[in-house]
């Protein structure tokens, strides 16, 4: 009767085991993972609200530049045949009427250029209004440009944070170590935490950022340049050169 009595003390461990495994289990993860994503950036430290300043920033950086780089805002395709033909005939007034009434950088950059032609002229002064259609897209492409090169700030600015986040959190550990910590890793674990979660923070934010900076760069290069060669048209219109206006 022994062995059978043993063999039901032993039946008897293994479904107690295996009973109790499951809610040791389910209560080491419930242990492991209290960490909600609110705990973890908060784990980050001081270096967490200037890293989320600069998400923000280039949030809004990143929409504000995507607006001011869309063609509307350069080019004003519904006015450039009426505007060729006022040209044509060196209707200057009725061509400054149409372009005081728009706001794209093409229509500003014109409405400054054509005041210095000379309809007298057999090309109309091209060669002045050029340099002036020259130096307002340069300027519209500058004050434009800026809000792009915030972006590049940014992304350049969030991983330097982000290191120096992790020089902080490293510093707290040596310290920690150094008030008797190095038998306590728990410790050592707030320290180490800020040391990688600014890092990894500081890249989330840096790289996005950098690869908007490309893209809006880009974009805004391109809407300069559609500008220039829809006003290189119209200006070859106003001599009586052979031009399409049509065409942006």
Request: proline fraction near 6%; hydrophobic fraction near 50%.
């Amino acid at each position: 009767m022994r062995p059978a009595h043993l063999r039901s003390l032993l039946f008897s461990a293994i479904v107690t085991l295996a009973s109790t495994a499951p809610l040791t289990a389910a209560e080491d993860a419930t242990a492991a993972s209290p960490t909600s994503l609110w705990r973890l950036l908060a784990q980050g430290g001081w270096a967490m609200w200037p890293l989320g300043l600069c998400s923000l920033g280039a949030l809004a950086l990143t929409i504000h530049a995507a607006r001011e780089t869309r063609r509307q805002r350069f080019v004003p395709d519904p006015l450039l045949v009426p505007l060729g033909d006022h040209l044509a005939r060196r209707d200057l007034p009725a061509a400054l009427g149409l372009l005081a009434a728009d706001g794209t950088v093409l229509a500003r950059v014109l409405a400054a250029a054509l005041p210095r032609a000379r309809p007298d002229l057999p090309d109309a002064n091209k060669t002045r209004i050029e340099e002036s259609i020259a130096e307002g897209i340069e300027h519209e492409e500058a004050t434009i440009g800026q809000w792009v090169n915030y972006l590049n700030v940014v992304a350049t600015v969030a991983p330097m944070i982000g290191l120096l986040g992790t020089v902080s959190g490293m510093i707290g550990a040596f310290q920690t170590i150094s008030s008797g910590g190095m038998g306590r890793p728990e410790l050592l674990a707030g320290d180490i935490g800020e040391a990688l979660i600014t890092t990894a923070t500081g890249l989330v934010i840096g790289i996005p950022a950098m690869i908007a900076y490309f893209v809006m760069r880009n974009r805004l290069g391109n809407q300069v340049m559609a500008a220039a060669q829809a006003a290189t048209r119209l200006v070859d219109r106003l001599a009586g050169e052979p031009g399409d206006s049509s065409n942006g």
